[in-house]
C-alpha cells in the first residue's frame, strides 16, 4: 500500500469516528428512550463497582447493554427514515416500525434476565 492511500484509509477511520460520534449526539437529542438507555448504562455501572464484579461480567453486562442501545439507535432511524417517506398512516410502515421496536424489546428481554443472573441470583 502507498503512502497516499493508508493516508486516506487514517483520516477516513478518522471521519467515520465523527460520523458515529454525531450519531451518538444526534440518538441522545432525537430519542427520549435512548436517554434514558444511556442512564440505564450509568447505573449498570455503578451497580456493577458497588457489587465489585469481575471484568468478565462486566464486558458482558456493558456489552449486552450497549446492544440495547445499538437497536435503539438502530430503531430511531428507522423511524426517521420512515417519517421523511410519508406522515400518512400506511401498514407497511407501520410493521416496520413495530418490528424495530420488538427487536429492542428482545434486546431488553435478553438484559433483564442477565442482570437477575448477575445481581439476583449471582451466577456471575
Known sequence: MDRERM?????????????SLAGLKTGLRLSL??????????????LL????????????????WFLVMMAELINTAIEET???ITKDYNIAVKNAKDMASAAV?????????????????KLF
Not at 493516508?7 to 460520523?19: C, S, V
Not at 435512548?34 to 455501572?45: A, M, V, Y
Not at 463497582?49 to 449486552?64: D, F, H, R, S
Open 33 to 46: 428512550a435512548f436517554r434514558q438507555e444511556t442512564g440505564i448504562l450509568i447505573l449498570l455501572l455503578i
Open 49 to 64: 463497582a458497588a457489587y465489585q464484579k469481575p471484568v468478565t461480567t462486566w464486558l458482558i453486562a456493558v456489552g449486552a
Open 7 to 19: 493516508k486516506e484509509g487514517f483520516l477516513h477511520i478518522f471521519k467515520a469516528a465523527g460520523y
Open 105 to 121: 424489546f428482545l434486546m431488553l428481554a435478553v438484559n433483564a434476565a442477565l442482570w437477575l443472573c448477575m445481581f439476583v441470583l
Open 82 to 84: 420512515l417519517n421523511l
